[in-house]
């Protein structure tokens, strides 16, 4: 993951994950044989693929929080520019739900 956050820093983008995010990736990274080592894979896959093509397609822009969440419906992670009202959320602001998980907002740079 340093890797990671050292070329989204490059380009001023902060990578926030929910609690749920976090949880999903851990299990799909865990197998009883191997350990965590298939974390790498999964972070991979799951994480920096989505968000290469999200900024490749203009939907992440350099400077944007971008978000790592769980979507409900299909139980798959998903990563997005984070919102106004979403960042003052994690941040302890406001309180405004910007939907999603209802768990709080974590930094995965504190995470991992």
Same mark, same amino acid.
């Given at each position: 993951? @340093?890797?990671?956050?050292?070329?989204?820093? &490059?380009?001023? +983008? =902060?990578?926030? &994950?929910?609690?749920?995010? $976090?949880?999903? $990736?851990?299990? $799909?990274?865990?197998?009883?044989?191997? @350990? #965590?080592?298939? $974390?790498?894979?999964?972070?991979?896959?799951?994480?920096? #693929?989505?968000?290469?093509?999200?900024?490749l397609?203009?939907?992440?822009?350099? *400077?944007?929080? #971008?978000? +790592?969440?769980?979507?409900? =419906?299909?139980t798959?992670?998903? !990563?997005?520019?984070?919102?106004?009202?979403?960042?003052?959320?994690?941040?302890? @602001?406001? *309180? !405004?739900? *910007?939907?999603?998980?209802? *768990?709080? +907002?974590?930094? =995965? =740079? #504190?995470?991992?």
């Amino acid at each position: 993951m @340093g890797a990671l956050r050292e070329r989204l820093a &490059a380009r001023s +983008v =902060t990578l926030v &994950a929910t609690p749920a995010a $976090l949880e999903v $990736l851990a299990d $799909l990274g865990y197998n009883p044989e191997f @350990g #965590a080592r298939p $974390l790498k894979r999964v972070i991979q896959k799951e994480l920096e #693929a989505p968000l290469a093509k999200a900024l490749l397609a203009g939907d992440i822009c350099d *400077g944007d929080d #971008a978000i +790592v969440e769980v979507d409900l =419906t299909s139980t798959r992670i998903v !990563v997005r520019r984070m919102h106004a009202d979403e960042h003052r959320k994690a941040l302890g @602001g406001d *309180g !405004v739900d *910007g939907g999603g998980d209802a *768990g709080e +907002v974590v930094d =995965t =740079t #504190a995470v991992v």
